[in-house]
């Protein structure tokens, strides 16, 4: 069955201290990733994406996240959080020629000033 | 570019209604893409349209329905509501094949 785990359902970090967010998938098919973010009342934000190649994929606001195909992960990391950085994020897993994308259950991050 | 639009914003309703939400992707996108979101049940895929064709459904009850228009714009229609159906329905964009959604800011439905 496809699915997306993310085993961490809150995460509470302090304001400059390192992050990562897990993501597992389970995916017939080779898959495309992407890590979303969502605050409060507001839609989802693109973070990052991975469809192939390099699997260590930048993405915006100093966010980062690697692909291993052994693991069937999809960690989510940045060196340095803002508090700015506070909000719910997803992973969500898809494949070519559709847009039926499978979203984890999400995490949410407090950041500590 | 403007990104992707969604009406209204905030819905109310009773339960046996029936609701059309709208959608307008950015200007070039043809793809649409539907999606529930609950607490309960998180996100959830809907329906998937490309050029004014239903490609993908999700495992939603026939009560939820949908189409996309020749401009790409979309509409989703939910008839008979009941309160499970209270939810953030958010409205997705693309461009093709290998490119990202774009999500627009949802429509929050509740259903008294």
Redesign the interface.
Known sequence: AQSVTQPDIHITVSEGASLELRCNYSYGATP?L?W?VQSPG?????LL?Y?SGDTLVQGIKGFEAEFKRSQSSFNLRKPSVHWSDAAEY?C?VGA???????????TRLKVLA | KAGVTQTPRYLIKTRGQQVTLSCSPISGHRSVSWYQQTPGQGLQFLFEYFSETQRNKGNFPGRFSGRQFSNSRSEMNVSTLELGDSALYLCASSFGDRNEQFFGPGTRLTVL
């Open positions: 495309y992407f979303y507001q839609g989802l934000q693109l994406k469809f997803f969500a070519s020629g559709t847009y039926k994308y499978i979203f984890g259950t999400g």
